[in-house]
């Protein structure tokens, strides 16, 4: 950084502020040229069962599995699951399997156009449901943990309260369950959006269309972020980090026509998971069906899931043994934080260890 | 590839000097004088070495990541011309409000604006549609040289849904890219005050990059209570609505211009026909199974 002197107007300020400027950019795209491609998804996994585009994938355990009921991760379908597996030192995954679980993550693949009418039912009664099945059948368990994040939350508690018999313990992780809330932009975008103009254009949303959207809560801060990078360019572990979060952030799947429509009328909309009236291919979807313990998690500076629309999923619950846990940073720090990697994920291992009798 | 070079050739052509302070001192005058359309002929000038970069850089997230880099320091060099007079009034001592009124130049700043948001023009967006409706006509030609009866009337009444529904796009993206240049302006002004209270408090002007910094926080807090208005969510709404709505009478005089190519429509059906029987053969896989 130039500082600026007092005085009389100085030049050698922004002569040298357009120099810095273009030495950095010509830095930058040396370092990112020598970078080449860059890798995401550290730990080693299995692809053990597939249907239509979906994978479920079994990550290898790194200690004995002591924890003998799997657990399944259900991600959202708005961004790809690797966000839990970046690289070694900021891997949920791995600290999961650390502390001996035995991991399920199912990836929902990337919808083309024959997809548009895919709906909610398909996503949680077929997809879902067939994983889960395909991992009780498996390993012998009549019931697994079943963890789901964000949109994956929002669909695990749809399919926990649909399925109760087959979940041992569900845990939501910054999961979006009461649509009500005004706190996010999202929130109050989706209300009003005429989503069947939508749907009935494009069929399928393509993922650069819903990038828009995310890019609009913070356009400035965006502009920082890269004009920031250009301080740390010869860092390559730094840079290789940003390299695998920006990949992340490119890398957003079209979402299925239908299944998007009932999402955004029948959730953000009509908020029918809380008033009541959601059906899921022909079965109504009752909270209090959610009777197995639950961990709920969310975080306190969520901008794109507020935490009013995360907590009060443990007063619509059955269960008598629920437990809420605020965690201290945004949407995604509950992933790839140092501060997750140390507290969270040792913390869900725990509560789920707790339960595993 | 010999980028290096060509960034010092444009940082050449910026001031026409190399930043030695002997020479730098000497020409300050000139170079302030010159400063006006520094920004921009920095950012031409990097453009060029931007795009052999580019060229030179294979497809990828490296790539992408470039892209933005590039974009948001042109945004950054924008900026910091804008800045760049305001420094110099209070560096000197001669800033007061009536010299920011003078100082700020709207259309400047719009330029900003348009790179934070990615704003097309409206003469671009005007040349998109006018590409569109001068391709449809040409293919359909015969068409409007018939009167609007028979198995033509349904493509006539289309057609001037589609002539009448652009206007009104295109005051309603007025209208957006009015009230997001307006919250800029607002935030400008707000950032102005708190730059002035922290040379206050410091008897010296914060550096361009905490100028930087503040635009950045002043403008997303700005911009979040705009976005958050049920006025522009409205607005935004109508914008999604109309544009949506003329891309599907398009894709309708597509349909009825009756081209050799498989329709929408068919196609659709046939991706429903192949999701029921992907259920379908599901259903009895498990059934099967049991």
Known sequence: MIAASAGAFDLKTPVKQAWELSRKLVNAYETLRRLGEIEVGASPRELVFAYDKINLYRYQPEALVTCRAPVLIAYALVNRPYMLDLQPDRSFVRRLLQQGLDVYVIDWGYPTTADKYLSLDDYLNIFLNDSVDFIRDTTKHDAINLMGICQGGTFSTIYAALYPQKIKNLVTIVAPVDFSTDDGLLFRWSKKMNVDAMVDHYGVIPGEVLSVGYLMLRPFMKISKYIDILEVMDDRDKVENFLRMEQWILDSPAQAGECYRQFVKELYQKNKLVEGGLEIGEEKVDLKNITMPLLNIYASDDHIVPPNASTPLNDLVGSADKELYSFKGGHIGVFVSAKSQKELAPAIARWLHQRAK | ?290
Request: no cysteine; hydrophobic share 40%; charged share 25%.
């Open chain 2, 1 to 290: 590839m010999d980028s290096i070079a060509n960034v010092q050739k444009a940082f050449w052509n910026i001031g026409g000097a190399a930043p030695r302070e002997s020479d730098t001192t000497k020409k300050a005058h000139d170079l302030y004088e010159a400063w006006t359309g520094m920004g921009q002929s920095w950012a031409n000038s990097m453009r060029d070495a931007f795009e052999e970069m580019m060229r030179a850089t294979s497809q990828g997230v490296g790539r992408e990541a470039l892209a933005n880099i590039f974009s948001s320091a042109e945004t950054y060099m924008k900026l910091f011309e804008f800045w760049l007079p305001l420094y110099k009034s209070l560096q000197e001592k001669t800033f007061d409000p009536a010299s920011y009124q003078r100082l700020f130049d709207s259309a400047q700043y719009k330029a900003i604006l348009d790179k934070v948001f990615d704003f097309i023009s409206p003469g671009t967006v005007n040349e998109f549609y006018e590409n569109i409706l001068d391709a449809y006509q040409r293919g359909l030609s015969p068409m409007f040289k018939i009167p609007a009866m028979g198995k033509y009337r349904e493509h006539v009444e289309l057609a001037l849904n589609l002539l009448r529904k652009y206007p009104a796009f295109m005051a309603q993206y007025g209208q957006y890219q009015g009230r997001l240049y307006a919250t800029g302006q607002q935030a400008m002004e707000k950032v102005m005050a708190q730059f002035i209270r922290r040379m206050k408090e410091n008897s010296a002007p914060p550096s361009y990059d905490e100028f930087f910094k503040i635009w950045a926080e002043v403008n997303e807090q700005a911009f979040h209570e705009l976005f958050t208005a049920e006025e522009l969510v409205a607005l935004q709404n109508e914008l999604q609505n109309t544009g949506l709505a003329i891309k599907k009478d398009f894709q309708k005089l597509m349909a009825l211009a009756s081209y050799p190519i498989v329709l929408r429509s068919e196609m659709d059906e046939l991706y429903k026909t192949i999701h029921d029987l992907k259920n379908r053969v599901h259903d009895l896989e498990k059934e099967r199974q049991k």
